[in-house]
């Protein structure tokens, strides 16, 4: 789950089957057992025909949950809350050590966890400057970049294009996030 339409969707699924929800964040379920117990094979047809997987494996899970953190963090928080020190970040939400995180992050996921954070960036910048309501001094402070030129180059990096050139093209190609 990458967004509140797909929490709203798993929500949709776990309510269908008559489960309980005890919290339900990005990439993250828990379930109260209910008097029938839970039938896991019904769950993944149903999260399979829309799209998603149950993950079962402990340390995908860890993975899967350190992705959903920075998303959320990009994608979806205030502009106060995006300047934090990710690795200390992950550390505490996770309580494991960062340089285990970024070991199996990087085993599971073949992209550093720095890599992984540059690139959901670089789709948030995307996306503001498609909007066209921020200038781009406005974006590289709302995503903690040190300067617009630390933005740009990061930017063209990434994408081949500086930003204004981005601006410019008609087609802009974006992925979605779960796609990053």
């Known amino acids: 789950m990458v967004c509140p339409r797909c929490i709203m969707a798993v929500e949709d699924i776990i309510n269908e089957l008559g489960w309980v929800i005890v919290k339900i964040d990005l990439g993250e379920v828990i379930v109260a057992k209910n008097k029938n117990g839970i ?3 019904e769950l993944k047809k149903k999260l399979e025909k829309i799209g998603f997987e149950l993950i079962e494996d402990i340390k995908i899970q860890l993975v899967e949950k350190i992705k959903s953190l920075i998303v959320q963090h990009i994608h979806h928080s205030e502009d106060e809350e995006l300047k934090i020190n990710y690795s200390d970040y992950l550390a505490t939400e996770t ?17 550093t966890i720095e890599r992984f954070i540059i690139l959901q960036k670089i789709e948030r910048v995307k996306e503001l400057i498609i ?16 300067s617009v030129a630390h933005l740009s180059n990061q930017f063209k990096q990434v994408t081949g294009f500086n930003p204004t050139r981005f601006k410019k093209l008609k087609s802009h190609k974006r992925k979605t996030i779960d796609e990053i």
């Open 95 to 111: 309580g494991k050590d960062y340089h285990y995180l970024s070991t199996l992050f990087s085993d599971i996921e073949n992209v």
């Open 131 to 146: 909007y066209d309501e921020l200038t781009l001094s406005e974006i590289a402070y709302k995503l903690n970049y040190s």
């Open 39 to 41: 039938n896991w094979e």
